[in-house]
């Protein structure tokens, strides 16, 4: 029979007061959270779980740092950590902010206790872009292109050109001294530093997606990015394919365009498409699977120019200029 009193975990590390600041230079520091194993005044398997939440709200909205059986003890290095509070806690980035972080248990699914509240002052640290090292360009990480991170500070979007077939990884740094995240099959990344690079079988562009708070990754290849719409010469039937440029990474096409409306789509599918951020605009932003359509009022000869580099801004940009 379960005690009428058990004896709770006891965290050990971190201690109350703990002060972390993440850098750049400290990122791949580890953090180890033990804590000692509780009395239930019976012979089970008892399960932990590590929790944190923001000071003051009684982890309501917590995150589960681990779910674990048996063992006192869980690490992450300071760049997970800090994915993990930026994504899950939607803490400001480059900011202090107070967190709580305890250890509960239980047996059996049940008899859930948890040990005390360790408050902790925690620097959160933007990582705004990652690299891409790779065997296309040497797996030099300092010479790699990088994708930005989006509106998300843990998920990072954007279009990369690797010029033979092979694999890559993503690094938080222009080096392997930091996290570098490998292959962890079927989607998922790993940060162990020995796991091989993701693969991929042709050379091309690939729109690659990466959440390192969820350690998830996708890598698209794009065969081609075409204009679609009515102003276009296959209207809403099919995307009229456009041209890359390997040098300046544009893609382009000179086309006749008849009154109507204009949207820019890979694949010659839905699945990645663009709309514009002002339909009236002949040259501007663009929106991810936006609903909207550039208007053309003239009928004519136009190059249109689609800029996916963000070289210049976080943002994709068109321009369409009438010939």
């Known amino acids: 029979m379960v005690s009428s009193n058990i004896t709770v975990p006891v965290l050990s590390n971190p201690t109350d007061g703990t002060s972390i600041t993440v850098t750049t230079a400290d990122s791949a520091q580890v953090l180890n959270i033990t804590w000692s194993k509780p009395d239930y005044g019976v012979s089970a398997v008892v399960n932990y779980f590590v929790q944190v939440d923001s000071a003051g709200k009684n982890f309501s909205k917590f995150t589960q740092l681990a779910y674990l059986t048996s063992t006192t003890s869980f690490s992450l290095s300071y760049n997970s950590l800090n994915s993990k509070l930026l994504a899950g806690l939607n803490l400001a980035p480059n900011a202090t902010a107070s967190v709580e972080l305890r250890v509960g248990s239980a047996i059996y699914g049940r008899d859930t206790v948890y040990s005390k509240v360790a408050k902790l002052t925690f620097t959160t640290l933007a990582v705004n872009q990652l690299?891409?090292?790779?065997?296309?360009?040497?797996?030099?990480?300092?010479?790699?292109?990088?994708?930005?991170?989006?509106?998300?500070?843990?998920?990072y979007q954007g279009y990369a050109y690797f010029n033979a077939p092979g694999n890559f990884k993503f690094t938080s740094a222009p080096d392997y001294s930091h996290i570098n995240y490998g292959d962890g099959g079927n989607g998922k990344l790993t940060t162990d530093g020995n796991a091989g690079g993701i693969g991929y079988n042709s050379a091309g562009v690939y729109y690659l997606n990466a959440d390192v708070a969820n350690l998830t990754y996708s890598?698209?290849?794009?065969?081609?990015?075409?204009?679609?719409?009515?102003?276009?010469?296959?209207?809403?039937?099919?995307?009229?394919?456009?041209?890359?440029?390997?040098?300046?990474?544009?893609?382009?096409?000179?086309?006749?365009?008849?009154?109507?409306?204009?949207?820019?789509?890979?694949?010659?599918?839905?699945?990645?498409?663009?709309?514009?951020?002002?339909?009236?605009?002949?040259?501007?932003?663009?929106?991810?699977?936006?609903p909207g359509a550039i208007t053309i009022n003239d009928a004519g000869s136009y190059t249109v120019t689609l800029d996916m580099t963000q070289s210049k801004t976080k943002t994709y940009n068109y321009t369409i200029v009438k010939n």
């Open 131 to 155: 690299w891409l090292p790779g065997s296309y360009e040497g797996y030099n990480p300092a010479g790699a292109p990088t994708i930005p991170a989006t509106n998300t500070p843990t998920v």
């Open 219 to 290: 890598a698209t290849f794009i065969s081609t990015f075409g204009v679609i719409g009515t102003a276009t010469p296959q209207q809403w039937n099919a995307s009229t394919p456009m041209s890359y440029n390997v040098s300046t990474g544009l893609w382009t096409i000179t086309v006749n365009l008849t009154p109507g409306a204009l949207k820019f789509r890979a694949n010659d599918a839905w699945d990645i498409n663009y709309g514009p951020s002002d339909s009236n605009a002949l040259t501007g932003a663009l929106i991810f699977n936006d």
